[in-house]
């Protein structure tokens, strides 16, 4: 049974940051990539950052690369994406994804998804 449990949402100020955990189960956690994800009310699932099971690291857009880092710890079988300097626009619901996948940047070429941590950022 593969599982994937995000945490470390909530709510902050604009300007703050926050540390996004992904606990992985079930899966040998050192052979898969680690995306993740947002999705805002009424928008498209959009990429966010990637790491490869080499630790190869991917960002969607300029912006989220000079705030937004992924990590990996194999040996806890987690994923972490820390955020800063959070505007509102980054409210959404944030999700982890695994998979063996050849395009990162494709939400269908995972194989296992989280439920997601809700990212509320006020102004």
């Known amino acids: 049974q593969v599982q994937l449990v995000e945490s470390g949402g909530g709510l902050v100020q604009a300007g703050g940051s926050l540390r996004l955990s992904c606990a992985a189960s079930?899966?040998?956690?050192?052979?898969?990539?680690m995306g993740w994800f947002r999705q805002a009310p009424g928008k498209e699932r959009e990429f966010v950052g990637a790491i490869t099971w080499r630790s190869g690291i991917t960002y969607s857009t300029d912006s989220v690369e000079g705030r937004f880092t992924i990590s990996r710890d194999n040996a806890k079988n987690t994923v972490y994406l820390q955020v800063t300097s959070l505007k509102p626009e980054d409210t959404a619901v944030y999700y982890c994804a695994a998979g063996r996948t050849r395009n990162t940047r494709v939400a269908r070429t995972y194989d296992y998804w989280g439920q997601g941590t809700q990212v509320t950022v006020s102004s």
């Open positions: 079930g899966l040998t956690f050192s052979q898969y990539d």
